[in-house]
């Protein structure tokens, strides 16, 4: 077996363009804590930081055969870091924007829409936040919630413990309570 802790970056780089799973994990060990306290240090909070993290390391996985690194291996996972942050600034910047747009819609009293189509747009950005989860969190929650299925059943069906998938349930709760909090505070005032 290859010890590739030894070699260099770009080493790593061009044996990964051809698919080795063993140095997509030294990658992977490598650059995951200092990536994550990047990640961290701006965006301030865990769980973000980890699926900044965990969406680089899978986007390296998923393109490595059309890769290319313009400097580094490490400035390419900085700059894939920087930019998932962005992303999601921006994300949470136009949810900010949306509910501004309603409190200002409530406050000039113009408001004539009924409840069911309040419920329709609130259900619409919890459908599009429940898909903006990783995908094996996503399918274990949509499992959980809208299949009504027990953390056995789940279990069983995906090939995983029970508490496995309680931490997953319990992470993307967690998660969309978060970021749908402002949003859903607002729909509370119609």
Same mark, same amino acid.
């Given at each position: 077996?290859?010890?590739?802790?030894?070699?260099?970056?770009?080493?790593?780089?061009?044996?990964?363009?051809?698919?080795?799973?063993?140095?997509?994990?030294?990658?992977?060990?490598?650059?995951?804590?200092?990536?994550?306290?990047?990640?961290?240090?701006?965006?301030?909070?865990?769980?973000?930081?980890?699926?900044?993290?965990?969406?680089?390391?899978?986007?390296?996985?998923?393109?490595?055969?059309? #890769? *290319?690194?313009?400097?580094? +291996? &490490?400035?390419?996972?900085?700059?894939?870091?920087? %930019?998932?942050?962005?992303?999601?600034?921006?994300h949470q910047k136009v949810?900010?924007?949306?509910a501004d747009s309603i409190?200002?819609?409530?406050?000039?009293?113009?408001?004539?829409?009924?409840?069911?189509?309040?419920?329709?747009?609130?259900?619409?950005?919890?459908?599009?936040?429940?898909?903006?989860?990783?995908?094996?969190?996503?399918?274990?929650?949509? #499992? *959980?919630?809208?299949?009504? +299925? &027990?953390?056995?059943?789940?279990?069983?069906?995906? %090939?995983?413990?029970?508490?496995?998938?309680?931490?997953?349930?319990?992470?993307?709760?967690?998660?969309?309570?978060?970021?749908?909090?402002?949003?859903?505070?607002?729909?509370?005032?119609?």
């Amino acid at each position: 077996m290859t010890d590739y802790s030894k070699f260099t970056d770009r080493e790593l780089a061009a044996i990964l363009k051809e698919g080795n799973p063993l140095v997509y994990t030294e990658i992977f060990d490598r650059y995951k804590v200092i990536l994550y306290r990047h990640a961290f240090r701006l965006l301030n909070n865990q769980e973000e930081a980890n699926d900044v993290i965990q969406d680089v390391f899978l986007t390296l996985w998923d393109k490595r055969e059309n #890769l *290319s690194f313009k400097s580094s +291996l &490490s400035a390419y996972l900085y700059s894939s870091v920087r %930019n998932r942050i962005f992303d999601l600034i921006s994300h949470q910047k136009v949810i900010s924007k949306y509910a501004d747009s309603i409190r200002d819609f409530i406050a000039e009293g113009n408001y004539t829409a009924d409840g069911q189509i309040r419920e329709k747009q609130l259900a619409t950005i919890i459908e599009k936040e429940i898909a903006a989860l990783p995908s094996k969190m996503r399918t274990v929650f949509e #499992l *959980s919630r809208q299949d009504e +299925l &027990s953390y056995k059943q789940i279990g069983q069906q995906l %090939n995983i413990s029970d508490k496995t998938v309680k931490q997953q349930v319990h992470n993307a709760v967690k998660i969309l309570r978060l970021k749908l909090t402002s949003i859903s505070a607002i729909f509370l005032f119609f």
